[in-house]
């Protein structure tokens, strides 16, 4: 008999779902948000004074934030200190959002900053949203080789500053869809209409996600 540890994790963007699933921990008093291990804040929603930090600030779950080209370094440090004024090691991640065109450019001062200032966080690449656009056809897509780039500068980023790169967040399927494109096999915007099936979203399909997996792991054996 085998069994793995399973952890799930989504944002925290209805108010009212995640606030009936908030419940108090019997063995020690404390409020925990049950709808997930790690809750996190999206980018639209990271406002210091607006209620989704407010609720989260309340919770005991580890939580993260999404932050976009429009973060600064500041914004980013009063975040902190907003969710975790006890700089607690493991409550507070950080996921970068900046797109492959940008994220060597913004994320250098972002991270130096943050570090600087004693803020205890993960840094983990969201190399999804920031890549996405419409392609001819009305289909919401992303591009292979952009996601790899945002993946590429964000540890080169951390490999120059000496920071940990803590993760990635990657929207994928195991489903042979047609959502992103590029990869392995060349995928074109005239591909999309095959078989796209996000209600929401463009994931990297099958073979993608592997291939996304294995270059990865070739850029880790490098650090």
Known sequence: ?????????????????????????????????????????????????????????????????????????DGAIELAERLDPD????????????GAGRVRDLLPELVAKVEAAGVSVAWVCDPMHGNTYEAEGGYKTRDFESVLGEV????????????????LHVELTGDDVTECL???????????GDRYESVCDPRLNRAQSLELAFL????????
């Open 152 to 167: 590429q500068g964000f540890f080169e980023v951390h490999r120059g500053l000496g920071t940990w790169p803590g993760g």
């Open 1 to 73: 008999l085998h069994s793995v540890d399973f952890y799930c994790s989504h944002e925290a963007l209805l108010l009212e779902y995640e606030h009936a699933l908030t419940r108090i921990d019997s063995r020690t008093g404390q409020p925990y948000d049950v709808s997930g291990h790690l809750v996190w804040i999206g980018d639209r929603t990271r406002q210091v004074d607006g209620a989704h930090v407010e609720l989260l600030s309340h919770v005991r779950n580890p939580i993260a934030v999404k932050l976009g080209p429009s973060a600064t370094p």
């Open 182 to 192: 590029g990869g392995g096999a060349a995928l074109l915007a005239a591909d999309l």
């Open 216 to 223: 990865v792991a070739e850029m880790l054996r490098h650090r």
């Open 87 to 98: 700089h607690e090691p493991g409550r507070l991640t950080f996921v970068t959002r900046l």
